[in-house]
């Protein structure tokens, strides 16, 4: 996954007391690509006020139970929807109304994935038959209410897209005409604002998977 700028602001603090340290690794690879502030857990009295704790040993809850502002999220199993529903919860949401994955198609297609206009991750694939197998990581470590994917008409988009929505009929697929990728209906604004995040800032698969995802498309149906 490759590096992004600043996301969105948080209005809750994520403290981090993870015992097990290959997955404090990973979540710190995890926040840091995104941008994601947090602090690390010390003592009870230094967590800041209404934070979200976010743990997965119990002596640590233990410790912490006397502070009633914070809300506990305990992740035992190391699951990355765990974690990042401890992430929605500092920007004081549950899950994301739409998740909206942008492929910017070709021999290795490139995606972007915005969750309620941020953005989440984005990288390149290997090949388009691994497309399917993101669309079901996504799925299991995103909470969301509806998922869409877009994917540009040029190169192999047809094809790409008609063999997602067979492997995968639960999902929404469109077809997005790249000669027409001006935003519009406001949308020129958040693909402004959201390009401010995108590093390195001259990828411009990274541009053209963003307004692919960014644009509404004819629906594919099997």
Same mark, same amino acid.
């Given at each position: ?169 639960? /999902? ?17 604004? /958040? ?32």
């Amino acid at each position: 996954m490759e590096e992004l700028a600043t996301n969105t602001p948080r209005y809750r603090t994520l403290v981090l007391a993870i015992y097990d340290p290959r997955w404090f690794m990973k979540t710190l690879e995890r926040l840091r690509t995104r941008r994601i502030p947090y602090t690390l857990y010390y003592t009870p009295e230094k967590i800041p006020y209404y934070s979200v704790f976010y743990t997965d040993y119990e002596r640590f809850i233990e410790e912490v139970t006397s502070r009633k502002d914070i809300e506990i999220i305990y992740d035992p199993l190391h699951e990355a929807k765990t974690l990042e529903k401890a992430i929605l919860l500092t920007r004081m949401k549950h899950i994301y109304n739409e998740i909206l994955v942008g492929v910017d198609p070709g021999p290795t297609p490139y995606i972007i994935v915005l969750g309620d206009s941020e953005i989440l991750e984005m990288k390149r694939l290997r090949t388009d038959k691994t497309l399917p197998e993101e669309i079901k990581r996504i799925k299991r470590e995103y909470p969301f209410q509806t998922i869409r994917v877009r994917i540009g008409q040029c190169h192999n988009g047809w094809r790409i897209a008609y063999s997602l929505k067979q492997a995968m009929t639960d /999902i929404t697929v469109e077809l997005v005409d790249e000669s027409k990728t001006t935003p519009k209906n406001g949308a020129r604004e /958040i693909i402004e604002r959201i390009k401010t995040m995108l590093k390195p800032y001259r990828n411009k698969d990274a541009y053209a998977a963003l307004s692919i995802a960014l644009r509404k498309g004819l629906e594919v149906t099997v």
